[in-house]
Protein backbone atom coordinates (compact mmCIF):
# COMPACT_ATOMS: atom_id res chain seq x y z
CA UNK A 1 0.00 0.00 0.00
CA UNK A 2 1.50 3.31 -1.31
CA UNK A 3 1.19 6.33 1.44
CA UNK A 4 2.74 9.83 0.99
CA UNK A 5 2.98 12.51 4.17
CA UNK A 6 3.68 16.03 4.01
CA UNK A 7 5.36 18.06 7.18
CA UNK A 8 6.78 20.98 7.12
CA UNK A 9 6.11 24.36 9.22
CA UNK A 10 2.48 25.46 9.25
CA UNK A 11 3.10 29.23 9.60
CA UNK A 12 6.45 31.24 7.65
CA UNK A 13 7.15 34.67 7.12
CA UNK A 14 7.08 36.65 4.00
CA UNK A 15 10.74 36.40 2.53
CA UNK A 16 11.13 33.46 4.29
CA UNK A 17 12.25 29.96 2.76
CA UNK A 18 9.50 27.31 2.95
CA UNK A 19 10.69 23.64 2.58
CA UNK A 20 8.77 21.05 3.16
CA UNK A 21 9.55 17.07 3.57
CA UNK A 22 7.41 14.31 1.84
CA UNK A 23 7.60 10.92 3.69
CA UNK A 24 6.54 7.84 1.66
CA UNK A 25 5.96 4.19 1.99
CA UNK A 26 5.08 0.91 -0.34
CA UNK A 27 7.70 2.51 -3.28
CA UNK A 28 11.04 3.16 -3.78
CA UNK A 29 11.97 6.11 -5.73
CA UNK A 30 14.77 4.15 -7.04
CA UNK A 31 13.00 2.05 -9.05
CA UNK A 32 12.80 2.65 -12.50
CA UNK A 33 10.08 4.72 -13.52
CA UNK A 34 8.96 6.16 -10.46
CA UNK A 35 8.10 9.85 -9.48
CA UNK A 36 6.57 12.20 -6.82
CA UNK A 37 5.77 15.73 -6.84
CA UNK A 38 4.47 18.66 -5.22
CA UNK A 39 0.87 20.07 -5.83
CA UNK A 40 -0.85 22.86 -4.13
CA UNK A 41 -4.03 24.25 -3.49
CA UNK A 42 -5.03 28.00 -2.13
CA UNK A 43 -8.06 28.54 0.04
CA UNK A 44 -10.81 27.96 -2.00
CA UNK A 45 -8.84 27.58 -5.64
CA UNK A 46 -7.86 25.15 -7.81
CA UNK A 47 -4.89 22.96 -8.00
CA UNK A 48 -1.78 24.24 -9.27
CA UNK A 49 1.62 21.73 -10.43
CA UNK A 50 4.83 23.02 -8.81
CA UNK A 51 7.92 20.41 -9.05
CA UNK A 52 8.27 16.96 -9.54
CA UNK A 53 11.24 14.39 -9.23
CA UNK A 54 12.01 10.81 -10.96
CA UNK A 55 13.59 8.05 -10.09
CA UNK A 56 17.07 9.19 -12.03
CA UNK A 57 17.04 12.00 -10.53
CA UNK A 58 15.10 13.86 -13.77
CA UNK A 59 13.63 17.15 -12.21
CA UNK A 60 10.96 19.06 -13.38
CA UNK A 61 9.26 22.47 -12.23
CA UNK A 62 6.36 24.59 -13.31
CA UNK A 63 7.80 27.61 -15.32
CA UNK A 64 6.06 30.35 -13.73
CA UNK A 65 7.96 29.22 -10.46
CA UNK A 66 11.12 27.82 -11.23
CA UNK A 67 13.13 30.21 -10.06
CA UNK A 68 12.42 29.83 -6.91
CA UNK A 69 11.92 25.93 -6.57
CA UNK A 70 14.39 23.56 -5.39
CA UNK A 71 13.20 19.74 -5.13
CA UNK A 72 15.48 17.32 -4.19
CA UNK A 73 14.98 13.47 -2.73
CA UNK A 74 16.47 11.29 -0.54
CA UNK A 75 16.07 7.49 -1.58
CA UNK A 76 17.45 6.21 1.88
CA UNK A 77 15.07 7.97 3.70
CA UNK A 78 11.74 7.11 1.35
CA UNK A 79 11.81 11.27 1.38
CA UNK A 80 11.20 14.45 -1.34
CA UNK A 81 11.73 17.62 -0.17
CA UNK A 82 10.91 20.57 -1.40
CA UNK A 83 12.13 24.15 -0.76
CA UNK A 84 10.67 27.04 -2.23
CA UNK A 85 12.09 30.79 -1.90
CA UNK A 86 11.21 34.25 -1.11
CA UNK A 87 7.70 33.24 0.35
CA UNK A 88 4.61 35.54 -0.20
CA UNK A 89 1.17 35.79 1.47
CA UNK A 90 0.15 34.68 -2.33
CA UNK A 91 1.77 31.33 -1.58
CA UNK A 92 -0.18 30.52 1.48
CA UNK A 93 -1.98 27.07 0.44
CA UNK A 94 -2.51 23.79 1.03
CA UNK A 95 0.52 21.57 0.01
CA UNK A 96 0.03 17.98 -1.37
CA UNK A 97 3.12 15.55 -2.44
CA UNK A 98 1.97 12.76 -4.79
CA UNK A 99 2.78 9.55 -6.50
CA UNK A 100 3.46 9.35 -10.21
CA UNK A 101 5.38 7.57 -12.67
CA UNK A 102 6.68 7.19 -16.10
CA UNK A 103 3.96 4.84 -18.13
CA UNK A 104 4.60 3.63 -21.71
CA UNK A 105 7.69 6.23 -21.85
CA UNK A 106 5.58 9.05 -21.18
CA UNK A 107 4.78 11.73 -18.30
CA UNK A 108 1.67 10.04 -16.01
CA UNK A 109 -0.99 11.71 -13.24
CA UNK A 110 -0.68 11.65 -9.82
CA UNK A 111 -2.28 8.33 -8.57
CA UNK A 112 -1.72 8.87 -4.78
CA UNK A 113 -1.97 11.82 -3.15
CA UNK A 114 -0.92 12.95 0.45
CA UNK A 115 -2.84 14.21 2.94
CA UNK A 116 -1.74 18.14 2.65
CA UNK A 117 -0.75 20.59 4.62
CA UNK A 118 -1.63 23.86 5.39
CA UNK A 119 0.83 26.34 4.90
CA UNK A 120 -0.01 30.09 5.68
CA UNK A 121 2.49 32.81 4.91
CA UNK A 122 2.28 36.14 7.58
CA UNK A 123 4.09 38.48 9.28
CA UNK B 1 1.65 26.50 -21.00
CA UNK B 2 -1.94 24.59 -21.40
CA UNK B 3 -4.22 26.06 -20.32
CA UNK B 4 -7.51 24.04 -18.95
CA UNK B 5 -10.90 25.06 -18.84
CA UNK B 6 -13.72 23.54 -16.91
CA UNK B 7 -17.48 23.79 -17.41
CA UNK B 8 -19.63 24.36 -15.99
CA UNK B 9 -18.23 26.04 -12.98
CA UNK B 10 -20.62 24.72 -10.78
CA UNK B 11 -23.81 21.82 -12.22
CA UNK B 12 -26.65 21.11 -9.79
CA UNK B 13 -27.72 17.64 -10.23
CA UNK B 14 -30.69 15.44 -8.40
CA UNK B 15 -29.38 12.01 -7.24
CA UNK B 16 -29.82 9.44 -9.33
CA UNK B 17 -29.38 12.28 -12.21
CA UNK B 18 -26.75 11.67 -15.07
CA UNK B 19 -23.90 14.76 -14.84
CA UNK B 20 -22.05 15.47 -17.41
CA UNK B 21 -19.20 18.02 -16.75
CA UNK B 22 -16.86 19.25 -20.08
CA UNK B 23 -13.05 19.83 -20.28
CA UNK B 24 -11.09 21.57 -22.84
CA UNK B 25 -7.54 22.20 -23.88
CA UNK B 26 -6.02 24.98 -25.14
CA UNK B 27 -3.64 22.85 -27.26
CA UNK B 28 -4.06 19.17 -27.85
CA UNK B 29 -2.82 16.77 -25.11
CA UNK B 30 -4.12 13.45 -26.95
CA UNK B 31 -5.30 11.25 -24.37
CA UNK B 32 -3.19 12.03 -21.82
CA UNK B 33 -5.91 13.44 -19.64
CA UNK B 34 -6.91 12.81 -16.10
CA UNK B 35 -9.95 13.29 -13.74
CA UNK B 36 -9.86 13.80 -9.96
CA UNK B 37 -12.31 13.86 -7.20
CA UNK B 38 -11.91 16.41 -4.19
CA UNK B 39 -14.07 16.54 -1.33
CA UNK B 40 -13.92 19.08 1.36
CA UNK B 41 -10.90 18.82 3.85
CA UNK B 42 -9.51 15.82 1.39
CA UNK B 43 -6.77 15.82 -0.87
CA UNK B 44 -7.64 15.10 -5.04
CA UNK B 45 -8.47 11.53 -5.31
CA UNK B 46 -7.84 10.08 -8.95
CA UNK B 47 -10.48 8.52 -11.34
CA UNK B 48 -9.59 8.93 -14.59
CA UNK B 49 -6.23 8.87 -16.45
CA UNK B 50 -5.43 8.25 -20.29
CA UNK B 51 -9.11 10.26 -21.01
CA UNK B 52 -11.40 7.06 -20.55
CA UNK B 53 -9.57 4.21 -18.05
CA UNK B 54 -11.16 4.03 -14.51
CA UNK B 55 -8.05 4.49 -11.75
CA UNK B 56 -8.24 1.17 -9.43
CA UNK B 57 -11.40 0.83 -7.52
CA UNK B 58 -13.56 3.91 -9.21
CA UNK B 59 -16.85 2.27 -9.84
CA UNK B 60 -18.24 2.15 -13.34
CA UNK B 61 -20.70 4.97 -13.33
CA UNK B 62 -18.01 7.25 -13.71
CA UNK B 63 -16.87 7.30 -17.32
CA UNK B 64 -14.36 9.62 -19.12
CA UNK B 65 -13.86 10.01 -23.19
CA UNK B 66 -12.43 12.26 -25.45
CA UNK B 67 -8.92 13.06 -27.12
CA UNK B 68 -7.07 15.96 -28.49
CA UNK B 69 -8.82 19.12 -26.63
CA UNK B 70 -12.22 18.44 -25.67
CA UNK B 71 -13.27 15.92 -23.01
CA UNK B 72 -15.98 14.75 -21.24
CA UNK B 73 -16.28 12.79 -17.37
CA UNK B 74 -19.95 11.89 -17.23
CA UNK B 75 -21.34 10.02 -13.70
CA UNK B 76 -24.19 8.43 -15.11
CA UNK B 77 -26.30 7.99 -11.37
CA UNK B 78 -25.37 10.20 -9.08
CA UNK B 79 -25.09 9.13 -5.36
CA UNK B 80 -24.67 11.25 -2.73
CA UNK B 81 -21.11 10.40 -2.51
CA UNK B 82 -20.73 11.61 -6.10
CA UNK B 83 -21.24 15.78 -4.72
CA UNK B 84 -18.08 17.29 -4.79
CA UNK B 85 -15.36 19.85 -6.95
CA UNK B 86 -13.81 17.62 -10.36
CA UNK B 87 -10.98 18.69 -11.62
CA UNK B 88 -9.61 17.91 -14.98
CA UNK B 89 -5.63 17.60 -15.41
CA UNK B 90 -3.04 17.17 -18.67
CA UNK B 91 -0.29 15.38 -18.18
CA UNK B 92 1.17 15.76 -21.60
CA UNK B 93 2.89 18.37 -21.68
CA UNK B 94 4.45 18.91 -17.73
CA UNK B 95 0.66 19.24 -15.32
CA UNK B 96 -1.60 21.48 -15.56
CA UNK B 97 -5.20 21.72 -13.65
CA UNK B 98 -8.72 22.96 -14.83
CA UNK B 99 -10.39 25.08 -12.44
CA UNK B 100 -13.00 22.62 -11.73
CA UNK B 101 -16.37 22.12 -11.44
CA UNK B 102 -18.62 21.78 -7.97
CA UNK B 103 -21.18 18.98 -8.47
CA UNK B 104 -23.97 19.99 -6.08
CA UNK B 105 -27.28 18.75 -4.64
CA UNK B 106 -30.32 20.46 -6.60
Known amino acids: QITLKESGPTLVKPTQTLTLTCTFSGFSLSTSGVGVGWIRQPPGKALEWLALIYWDDDKRYSPSLKSRLTITKDTSKNQVVLTMTNMDPVDTATYYCAHSRISVGATFAFDIWGQGTMVTVSS | EIVMTQSPATLSVSPGERATLSCRAS??????LAWYQQKPGQAPRLLIY???TRATGIPARFSGSGSGTEFTLTISSLQSEDFAVYYC????????FGQGTKVEIK
Open chain 2, 50 to 52: GAS
Open chain 2, 89 to 96: QQYNNWWT
Open chain 2, 27 to 32: QSVSSN
